[in-house]
């Protein structure tokens, strides 16, 4: 696996959303597949605290990374945290097929659910919080994927509560949880 660029994880580390504080106007309806073949919708997720991230499965840093990171945030929050759901959209669904995505899922927390869509349902639920993705070719007929990196804090009445950055201390990860817990 190649690394990205210096240039496109600038890219990502500035991808910010332009309503970050405010949480207005991020997040919306969205229907998308699970790794386990079920189907899970935005409504499905009223009254309980959820976050989520995009990313891809063979991405070679930044989500593993993000996803270790979350798992271990997850287990720092102890009992009070198993009422989070935690999901993964692909913003590759052409290689991560729902097998792919099962099996990935795996090394991960069993809170974190990865959400496949088709083109048409991938980008409207990026659109919904204003995530950018795009292909990047790379040598020898591959590609990579840049894509936004910041996990998205959703509260129960799917709101933005706050977003982590990638790479944000771990302590600020558990607290900022905590937070959206503790949230209406
Ligand atoms: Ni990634």
Known sequence: MRRLPLLALLWLLSAALPAAASGFGVGGPFALTTHEGGRLASEDLRGRPWVLFFGFAHCPDV?????FELTGALAALGPEGEE???LFV???PERDTQELLAAYMDAFDN???ALRGTTQETATVARAFRATYRKVPL???S????HTAIIYLMDRDGNLFDRIDYLEDFDTQVEKLRRLLASG
Not at 143 to 146: K, S, V
């Open 90 to 92: 692909t913003v590759d």
């Open 84 to 86: 989070v759901t935690a």
């Open 111 to 113: 809170r974190i659910t």
């Open 63 to 67: 989500c593993p990374t993000t996803l």
């Open 139 to 141: 040598e020898g007929g």
């Open 143 to 146: 590609y990579t994927m840049d």
